[in-house]
């Protein structure tokens, strides 16, 4: 069973949800903050899909996600950057998603009109524990 307060870290991280079940060292998540964290990471694979990021991207877990001409989006949460020195953090990975070129602007990546909603759910996907 996950115990906080690492759990409440990892659920708050995914996706900024507010988690009541946190309240000490042996308290856990409840069942619907899991319910809420695992909706959120569904959410974002369909984003992923819909915005159609498997074009120029590897992502695992993405149907016909390979593309190659994005790095590959393997094992993000455990990267220390996202790219051009920006700390990966589920905040910034929301950034770099609506707004590439304001992040870095000679970027290839394109702004794609990622709704707000539809970035954090592709963060939380992407930070998820593979």
């Known amino acids: 069973m996950i ?3 690492a759990a409440c870290l990892q659920f708050a991280l995914l996706g900024g949800l507010v988690l009541a079940g946190c ?8 069942d619907a903050t899991v319910r809420a964290a695992r909706a959120e990471v569904q959410h974002g694979a ?3 899909q819909r915005y159609g990021c498997g074009a120029c991207h590897r992502i695992p877990g993405i149907a016909a996600a390979d593309g190659v001409v994005g790095p590959p989006l393997v094992d993000m949460a455990r ?12 905040q910034n990975m929301v950034r770099w ?3 590439p070129q304001a992040v870095a602007p ?4 394109p702004d794609m009109n990622v ?6 759910a592709m963060a ?3 930070h998820r524990s593979e």
């Open 3 to 5: 115990r906080a307060p």
């Open 23 to 30: 309240a000490g060292p042996d308290a856990g998540p409840t």
């Open 46 to 48: 369909l984003a992923l």
């Open 79 to 90: 990267r220390v950057y996202i790219g051009r020195g920006l700390a990966n953090t589920p």
């Open 97 to 99: 998603i609506r707004a």
């Open 106 to 109: 000679l970027s290839a990546m």
């Open 115 to 120: 709704t707000p909603t539809d970035a954090h």
């Open 124 to 126: 939380a996907y992407l």
